[in-house]
């Protein structure tokens, strides 16, 4: 159980494109999703905190307007990086809570998606 | 902001020998996980410690959680080739966000 699947793995595009990032809790409901940002050989970085059916609350320092969330059902919150560019590259990762999203909520992470801006 | 720091940084160790990373937060934690990202993949869960000084055993992983709940370790015994990756743990002030530590990198040779 709690598989949470993330898609595309691997993406491509030039500068200036969007780029929408899925992330789908697989066997469970997830009201709380979590995005992050890691840089090679670097711990991961909150970026947001996706809540579905409500706005997502964004970690100081991360443009709303550049990363778009979405959590429209219970089990996809998506990520859209809006007009992308080469500092934009990295490895983004999502992970879904089971358990209501408390401070004891274990975290299930999906396999992450490998961003490269041309 | 809660920082939350790993030592050592880089650990290279010959298969058979023990390893441990240090992790300690900036301020108290509710609990401390620890999950394992080998490389090019995603962090993997391990374990969560919830109380003051608890201590769990995984095989041949011991994790503690220290008395203060700010500080907390992972032990490996006799360490395998499996083992390569890198160990995070990552706390809660609480709330319900995931701090991240700044990881250990473990490799281990033949």
């Known amino acids: 159980g709690a598989v949470v699947s993330q898609h595309p793995s691997w993406v491509i595009c030039k500068s200036g494109t969007s780029v929408k990032i899925e992330c789908r809790s697989l066997d469970f409901q997830a009201t709380t999703m979590f995005w992050y940002r890691q840089f090679p050989k670097q711990s991961l970085m909150l970026m947001a905190t996706?809540?579905?059916?409500?706005?997502?609350?964004?970690e100081q320092g991360v443009e709303k307007d550049k990363f778009l969330i979405n959590h429209a059902s219970l089990t996809l919150s998506t990520l859209t990086v809006t007009s992308a560019h080469p500092e934009d590259s990295s490895f983004y990762i999502c992970s879904a809570t089971v358990g209501g999203g408390g401070p004891s909520s274990i975290q299930y992470f999906g396999a992450g998606t490998r961003l490269s801006v041309l | 902001g809660q920082q939350v720091m790993q030592i050592p940084q880089y650990q290279h160790v010959q298969e058979g020998e023990d390893f441990t990373t240090y992790c300690n937060s900036s301020t108290t934690l509710s609990n401390i996980q620890w999950y394992k990202q080998r490389p090019g993949g995603h962090p993997v869960f391990l374990i969560q410690?919830?109380?003051?000084?608890e201590v769990k055993k995984q095989k041949r992983l011991t994790f503690q959680f220290g008395e203060a709940k700010k500080n907390s370790s992972l032990h490996i015994t006799a360490t395998q080739t499996t083992d390569v990756g890198t160990y995070f743990c990552?706390?809660?002030?609480?709330?319900?966000?995931?701090?991240f530590g700044t990881g250990t990198q473990l490799k281990v040779e033949l």
């Open positions: 990552a706390g809660t002030g609480g709330g319900n966000k995931l701090t």
């Open positions: 996706s809540n579905e059916g409500s706005k997502a609350t964004y």
């Open positions: 410690l919830v109380k003051s000084g």
